[in-house]
């Protein structure tokens, strides 16, 4: 592994950051021996790093990315704002883009939401949709609902709230002494289905256990938090839309909230615009982020319907107001940027284009699934993935401590590949802007890379 022998500048670059800086869920001692990446452009789909080797992101950045790095339209949006107003408080005072953006995302969310609670990043949008839901509760003279519910595998960031209703061992296990305890529901990822079990059949039989764990719990509960269609960092486990069909008539049943976290999810990486518009139903609160800015700015944003709305509107002395604050609330670059995107699908065929490239990524991969070492291949829009194992009969796991999806990794970056596995998934969510040649050259790197791995 020597990527940036050559290069001065990058091995400058990647020398400097070293010295100084500390890098996001990364363990820095392993870049003793891997390699930093300095990335000096983005293209579309692809990242250019500083001596000029190209790489296709085939995890949109950490599924931010929507419509390409360095996108023109986005970026003449925000370039735009720069010159009038970059920022400004957002108590007592406003701005066309963020009620531009409000009208937009209301014209196109589950029907029912009237609201829009804007925020910096996704862990702040589910640490707001969280205290709103308690807070709601409290303001109507439910004080006893202090639990949340959440479900195994589930993963929703990494702020103490929103670790709170995390089930991933991984980023929970440290932090356990200082979280709240969420009741666990068991998830209806089809991966975990008993043989023979259709996902419809995994999602009816989870549902039972969720009511039985509502007949239990609803009383002293605020709400369900679910990641709709995908749990994504959990490892990209999928289930049958039939389930939040058969969740929101739960939640309503036994009137406790329902929190949509579709900061991964949501525009069009499942599909269809929401993941939630496959089940037809409308959450109580639906917490977006990550590709809300085409991958631009760090923006989050938290709708919520006129009910709840409607629990904290009093005169001031009834202490009901919501005083969650951010000082970056409604920045109007992240928000121009934001506009711009929706934009962008309201313009163009983007949903269609996506089936077509879902569609090649599906047949691509279908091979996969005899391999040896493959339990599972599953696919959800425009987000696929390869579950690895160490024995398919059996589906036991790789140990984690093997890091074979370090492996697939470093693979992909000798052969101009971003893949960046979830332990031993394989996972495929490129920016919308990939061509079916990228698309091509994404599965046969990843192939490549697996047959390495599993050696």
């Not at 995890?59 to 023109?72: D, E, K, R, V, Y």
């Not at 807070?135 to 990494?158: D, M």
Request: glycine share 8%.
């Amino acid at each position: 592994m020597n990527h940036h022998a050559l290069n001065p500048s990058s091995a400058s670059l990647a020398t400097r950051d070293l010295a100084v800086l500390w890098h996001p869920c990364t363990q820095m001692h392993d870049h003793e021996t891997i390699p930093m990446v300095p990335v000096a452009r983005g293209e579309g789909a692809w990242l250019v790093d500083a001596g000029g080797r190209r790489y296709l992101d085939g995890i949109s950045s950490w599924w931010t990315n929507l419509f390409g790095h360095a996108n023109p339209r986005i970026g003449a949006a925000v370039k735009k704002q720069v010159d009038t107003l970059e920022h400004v408080i957002f108590a007592g005072f406003t701005h066309e883009p963020a009620v531009e953006l409000a009208e937009s995302l209301l014209r196109v969310a589950p029907p029912g939401l009237e609201r829009v609670f804007l925020a910096d990043n996704g862990s702040a949008a589910i640490e707001v949709a969280l205290k709103m839901s308690f807070h709601y509760w409290q303001n109507i003279g439910h004080g006893e609902k202090t639990r949340f519910i959440a479900l195994t595998g589930s993963y929703h960031g990494e702020t103490l709230g929103a670790l709170s209703v995390s089930d991933v061992a991984l980023y929970r296990r440290t932090y356990a002494p200082l979280l709240l305890h969420p009741e666990l529901a068991p998830s209806p990822d089809a991966y975990e289905g008993e043989p023979g079990e259709t996902p419809v059949q995994v999602a009816t039989r989870r549902l039972g256990q969720m009511r039985t764990l509502l007949e239990r719990h609803a009383h002293e509960c605020c709400a369900v938090i679910v990641e709709p269609l995908v749990q994504c960092a959990g490892g990209m486990r999928m289930h049958d839309a039939s389930y939040l069909t058969g969740l929101r008539a739960l939640c309503d049943e036994f009137e406790v909230h329902l929190i949509a976290d579709e900061i991964a999810v949501g525009f069009g990486r499942t599909g269809t615009l929401f993941a939630c518009e496959q089940a037809a139903i409308t959450p109580d609160f639906l917490c977006l982020s990550k590709g809300l800015t085409g991958g631009f700015l760090p923006l989050s944003a938290v709708l919520t319907t006129g009910k709840v709305y409607a629990a904290f509107y009093d005169e001031y002395r009834s202490g009901k107001a919501f005083l969650h604050s951010h000082s970056y609330t409604g920045n109007p670059l992240a928000c121009a940027a934001a506009v711009e995107t929706l934009r962008i699908f309201a313009d163009e065929p983007v949903l269609e284009r996506n089936r077509l490239l879902a569609a090649h990524l599906r047949a691509r991969l279908a091979p996969l699934a005899d391999h040896p070492h493959v339990a599972d291949v599953r696919q959800t829009g425009m987000i696929a993935a390869v579950e690895l194992v160490a024995d398919k009969a059996t589906r036991r796991p790789f140990q984690a401590d093997e890091r074979r999806g370090l492996r697939v990794y470093l693979h992909g970056l000798d052969h101009g590949a971003l893949l960046r596995p979830l332990g031993n998934v394989v996972y495929f969510m490129p920016p919308y802007v990939v061509t079916t040649d990228e698309i091509d050259h994404l599965v046969d790197v990843a192939i490549a890379g697996i047959e390495r791995a599993v050696a």
